[in-house]
């Protein structure tokens, strides 16, 4: 009975047109509690909203790889911060938090800006009481491990982090950074310190039985970023996008890059024109390879009749992108592998 489930995964990897079959729950890297916990969620008659919201939450319970939810990536003053997005591609709605404190729950409280609110995005301490607000409890996001990292950069002279032409000299000193009289032109360092076991994000897209499309993004960010940053994860049709019109897709990686070239949205708009989804996430990340060729970064795409596929970019130490499917054609929610190109 695995036979053709077997198959048709070999043809995927092979490079051969992706299996179709609806419903479907594709989601970054090896995550399998997530995928297990959004795919339970379809199979007991819940939305593909409810799968998003519930996969991601996951991620966040777990702390999956110190990447999501609370305890993990500290940025400068050793706090940490969640991002988080979720998108109803019915309605094109989106509700989204960044630089949200002290809650850890940050998909579900993106889940409420849509439920709730007439906006798209809140940010900072005025997201943590909106979400104080929606019940969520007020709690401490740091852990001990958290302020192990963050004493273990201190100790290394605040190294590495995302400074430029400051003076002291950012690549020797912790600061505090000031702005120099005058900027010497310097050649920005464009491979990322992140690979696989430093990644960032969990981005997940749900489609249903009827090619109803939702997706969504969790992520801490990046550790040691400057307080106040915002990445990609909780921005529409960067960290992820869905149409039900077309389909969905979710993005991870160097957030700071990745988030100029609208990477979720450009391959949703590449699937519409009728490209095949992991042709899709390939032309996404081609592109990005011509101004950034050293980026960290993938792509996950799925079109509305289940067919899906992924894409990354192949540097020094990620060649190979780790995700996981959940499909009527597996016995139960896999782990997929492609090499980056």
Not at 62 to 70: K, L
Request: hydrophobic content about 40%.
């Amino acid at each position: 009975m695995l036979v053709l489930p077997l198959l048709l995964v070999a043809l995927q990897l092979a490079g051969g047109a992706s299996p179709a079959a609806l419903p479907v729950v594709i989601n970054t890297w090896a995550f399998r509690k997530a995928a297990e916990t959004a795919w339970r969620v379809l199979q007991l008659g819940g939305s593909e909203l409810d799968a998003v919201e519930r996969g991601c939450g996951q991620c966040e319970i777990d702390q999956c790889d110190g990447s999501v939810g609370y305890g993990g990536s500290p940025d400068e003053s050793g706090e940490t911060t969640l991002d988080a997005m979720i998108m109803d591609g019915n309605t094109m709605e989106v509700g989204a938090v960044a630089d949200l404190r002290h809650v850890k729950n940050a998909i579900g409280v993106a889940r409420k800006v849509i439920e709730y609110t007439k906006h798209t995005l809140l940010v900072g301490e005025s997201a943590s009481l909106f979400a104080v607000k929606m019940g969520f409890p007020y709690e401490d996001l740091t852990t001990q491990e958290s302020l192990l990292v963050y004493s273990k950069w201190l100790n290394q002279h605040c190294q590495p982090n995302y400074w430029k032409n400051v003076v002291p000299d950012s690549s020797k000193s912790c600061g505090p950074y000031k702005r120099p009289e005058k900027v010497t032109s310097k050649e920005e360092q464009n491979i990322s310190e992140r690979n696989v076991h430093n990644h960032d994000t969990i981005g997940m897209v749900v489609i249903g039985r009827s090619g109803t499309v939702a997706s969504g993004t969790s992520t801490n960010g990046a550790v040691h970023k400057i307080p106040g940053r915002v990445g990609d994860s909780p921005i529409a049709g960067a960290g992820s996008y869905a149409d039900s019109t077309a389909g969905g897709a979710a993005a991870t990686g160097d957030g700071d890059i990745m988030m100029r070239f609208l990477p979720s949205y450009l391959a949703v708009e590449y699937m519409r024109m009728g490209t095949d989804p992991t042709v899709a996430c390939q032309k996404v990340i081609s592109r990005i390879q011509k101004y950034a060729p050293n980026f960290f970064g993938a792509v996950i795409c799925a079109n509305t009749t289940g067919s899906y596929g992924a894409a990354c970019n192949k540097i020094p130490g990620f060649t190979q992108f780790h995700f996981m499917v959940s499909s009527p054609l597996l016995s139960q929610p896999t782990e997929q592998v492609v090499d980056c190109i």
